[in-house]
């Protein structure tokens, strides 16, 4: 059978609720491989105010393929007053201040049930969140899909070195709001940061594609023994 955009791949599969430390339960769903999971991807979403939400069509397809082709564990949520099929998180959307608790209820979450290795991986909004609040002793690396830099600042950038984790960002040849090579000049000051440009590409990734560039380059960092990726199962 050939991976299409809409094949879903098996998994164990379960709705999850994280809960904050101020107070609000967020709704999720956690994807975990039919063997013991090798690592955790931790999935944070584009911008809600815009249409971003757990099930962001590169979420979704990490979740329906990378369990059984890959042997990840995906976690996904929908950040604070956020609304997808799964239903609605509490609270109010807060311009990435207060997801920083999302983020830390997640990887609590994570680490209580022994999801072993997390990434965060961020798009678009989500990788605001990533390089502001992800830096956790907890957190093995982020990929960063279409990362816009606005939000998120040099001294969230110098913040990162000096963590040390492994940073990869892709971003689109054709993105709205930042491109390879300004990105290669901001990414500079993190010095084990990769930039990797996507020929091509836009910043919502649309076409399989691009879908499948992302999902080969989240498994050369996470596990990269579970390379090349089938297309067809």
Known sequence: MEIRASTVLPAKREDIELDTGDGLTLVGELALPENDPVATLICLHPLPTHGGMMDSHVLRKASYRLPALADLAVLRFNTRGTTSERGTSQGAFDHGNGERLDIAAALEYAEFHDLPHPWLLGWSFGTELALKWGRDPLVEGAI????????????????????????????????????????????????????????????????????RIVLTEIVRRVNPMALPLPAEV
Request: proline share 10%.
């Open 144 to 211: 960063l899909l279409s990362p816009p830099l606005k939000r998120a600042t040099d001294e969230d950038l110098d913040a990162w070195a000096t963590f040390g984790r492994p940073l990869t960002a892709l971003v689109p040849e054709f993105d709205d709001y930042l491109r390879p090579a300004e990105a290669a000049e901001r990414f500079a000051r993190v010095p084990q940061a990769e930039v990797i440009g996507v020929d091509g590409a836009k910043h919502l990734w649309v076409g399989e594609p691009y879908v």
